[in-house]
C-alpha cells in the first residue's frame, strides 16, 4: 500500500498554484481601490512565501482530515497513478474544507501584507501627475 503522505507535494503544488493566481488576482483588485501605495515588490515576494505556506498547510491538512477515507481508498489501488486518484477522488470533500479554511487565512494574511506594504512616499508618477494639473489650473486662472 502506497503512503498517502507521499503525495502531500503534489498537491502543495495544486494549491499553491491556484492560492498565488486567485489571490494575485484579488489583491491586485483590492491595490487598484486603495489610495495609499504600496511596496509592490515587498508584497509580491512575502505573498509567494505565504502561498507557498498556506499551500502546503492546505494539503497537509486536507490529508489529516480525510486519511480514513483515502486509506479505505487505497486499500483498492495498485500503482502510482491509481493511488493519486483514490486520494484526490476519496479526500476530495476534506481538501476542498481544508484548501477553503487555509484561503481564508491567506486572504487575512495578505491584508495584514497589504498594510505593511504600504509606501510612506509618493512614487515618482505620483508627483509628475501632481505637477501637471497644477500647471492646468494656473493655465485656467490665466486664461479667466
Known amino acids: 500500500m502506497v503512503n498517502p503522505m507521499n503525495f502531500i507535494g503534489p498537491l502543495a503544488v495544486f494549491w499553491f498554484l491556484i492560492f498565488w493566481v486567485v489571490g494575485g488576482v484579488l489583491f491586485s483588485i483590492i491595490a487598484l481601490f486603495r ?3 504600496i511596496k509592490k515588490t515587498q508584497f509580491s515576494c512575502l505573498f509567494t512565501l505565504l502561498c507557498a505556506g498556506c499551500a ?3 494539503a ?7 486519511a480514513e477515507e483515502i ?3 487505497l486499500e483498492k489501488a495498485v500503482g502510482w497513478t491509481e493511488s493519486f ?6 479526500g476530495v470533500f476534506a ?3 481544508s ?9 487575512v494574511g495578505g491584508s495584514l501584507l497589504l498594510l505593511l506594504s504600504r ?3 509618493q512614487s515618482w508618477i505620483d508627483g509628475k501627475v501632481e505637477e501637471d494639473e497644477m500647471k492646468d489650473k494656473t493655465q485656467k486662472l490665466i486664461i479667466e
Open 35 to 37: 489610495s495609499s501605495k
Open 56 to 58: 502546503y498547510g492546505a
Open 60 to 66: 497537509h491538512t486536507g490529508m489529516m482530515m480525510g
Open 71 to 73: 486509506n479505505v481508498c
Open 85 to 90: 486518484s483514490a486520494i484526490i477522488a476519496c
Open 95 to 97: 481538501m476542498m474544507i
Open 99 to 107: 484548501g477553503l479554511a487555509w484561503f481564508i487565512l491567506l486572504f
Open 119 to 121: 509606501s510612506k512616499n
